[in-house]
């Protein structure tokens, strides 16, 4: 760990051109050192910041929303004022609600602001029954369902996401039955419980969140995980 402003200054340096993992392991080391540290991540914030979904920066801008640092947080409301990734609707859905209360990391909210956000995308009908027929979500654009996908993958250090739930499907042989375990949304022969039974923070098993309704069957998740956003966008 560094212990003088000359190895900051060599981290802050590396940061940009290390690869993701050591990336990761930097952002921890900068991050306890206090002002200088994060004044460096400041810095890799500015430089980074594009369209592609990237997960350092996503977890260099979640250590310091963290921070109740009165400079820091001033720096994040004018540089990033909507969060670290652009929030694209093709359909001028507003995801300001769900940026936020994933930088907070209340997935709980999270959660429930991204169905009602599908079910804006899929439109009136969604919205009044608060759930998606699988044919509504074939014609989701793929832009929105990036940019839903990114604010989550981002603010969970690469954890949740339907992309995250995906390829665990995938690995899967696209069975569902397995997939459910998995992810924690089944064990043995019981459903976990919403919203009791799932865990609502990062220690929750890799894809656990956000949820689907899979009492309903797999064709709402089968349309989402072969959506054509994945192959159009480097998932």
Not at 137 to 149: A, K, M, Q, W, Y
Not at 185 to 196: A, E, H, L, Q, R
Not at 223 to 235: F, G, I, R, T
Request: proline share 5%; charged share 25%; net charge neutral.
């Amino acid at each position: 760990m560094a212990d003088n402003p000359l190895d900051l200054s060599q981290l802050g340096s590396q940061l940009s051109q290390s690869s993701e993992k050591t990336q990761l392991q930097i952002i921890d080391q900068l991050f306890v050192q206090g002002r200088e540290g994060w004044r460096l991540l400041q810095d890799f914030l500015k430089t980074g910041y594009g369209e592609r979904p990237q997960l350092a920066l996503g977890k260099a801008y979640q250590a310091l929303y963290s921070l109740e640092d009165e400079g820091v947080q001033d720096f994040l409301s004018q540089q990033f004022p909507l969060g670290i990734f652009p929030l694209k609707s093709e359909c001028r859905i507003d995801y300001r609600p769900l940026q936020r209360a994933l930088a907070e990391q209340d997935f709980e909210k999270a959660d429930a602001l991204t169905r009602e956000k599908l079910c804006e995308l899929a439109g009136e009908g969604a919205i009044q029954r608060k759930w998606l027929y699988f044919t509504e979500v074939e014609r989701f654009p793929s832009l929105d369902l990036h940019t839903v996908n990114a604010l989550w993958w981002l603010h969970s250090q690469g954890r949740f996401g339907f992309s995250v739930q995906r390829k665990i499907w995938l690995g899967a042989g696209k069975d569902f039955v397995k997939l459910w375990p998995k992810i924690g949304w089944k064990d043995g022969n019981s459903w976990t419980k919403y919203p009791k039974g799932f865990t609502w923070e990062l220690g929750a098993p890799a894809g656990h969140l956000p949820l689907l309704n899979q009492l309903r069957g797999v064709r709402v998740a089968a349309s989402l995980y072969a959506h054509p956003v994945w192959n159009e966008y480097d998932w």
